[in-house]
């Protein structure tokens, strides 16, 4: 076995008890942060920004729809804030492990489109049931409240 595919299987032996399952992607935000504090656990940390880019990219396209393509474009920056911050955590991780990505946003960018289809997902059928993608959700509307604010979100896990 090469060197390369050792460092790659252990990778996969000490994420895969941490990544994220579908279930457990759409958690609210205070269990992730408890699920954090318990462990220390940076992933818990990159999936909440990761969360909030996505939410922020649906937010996006809900304007873009409404014709407000300013506020539009404000939510696409702060989702690429939240990419930003999440691959920078993540190269912090590899590094604690003594890994290399070789391309850390890709990863993040396919978390985050799976995400945003989650959350597409249930502002469909908010805006089914209610009429809005967004109010009457009091977790989405708690979610962007936080998202909303970079530096207040990632002070609340001691970043």
């Known amino acids: 076995m090469h060197v390369k595919h050792g460092l790659l299987l252990a990778a996969i032996c000490y994420w895969a008890p941490t990544l994220p399952s579908q279930a457990n ?3 609210p935000f205070d269990t992730v942060r ?5 462990t220390q656990d ?26 407000r393509g300013v506020a539009a474009k404000d939510c696409e920056h702060l989702a690429n804030h939240f990419m930003m911050l999440s691959e920078r955590l993540d190269i912090e991780i590899d590094k604690k492990l003594g890994l290399k990505t070789a391309k850390p946003m890709e990863a993040v960018s396919l978390s985050v ?11 469909k059928t908010n805006l089914a049931q209610r009429g809005d993608a967004i109010a009457g959700d009091s977790g989405l509307e708690s979610e962007l409240a936080e998202c909303l604010k970079p530096d207040v979100l ?4 001691g970043r």
């Open 34 to 38: 408890q699920q954090y504090r318990a």
């Open 154 to 157: 990632a002070k609340s896990v």
């Open 113 to 123: 489109r799976g995400l945003a289809e989650l959350y597409d997902q249930r502002m």
């Open 42 to 67: 940076l992933t818990r940390v990159s999936h909440l920004y990761r969360r909030c880019a996505a939410l922020h990219l649906n937010v996006s396209a809900l304007l873009l729809k409404k014709k």
């Open 25 to 27: 992607d759409m958690l």
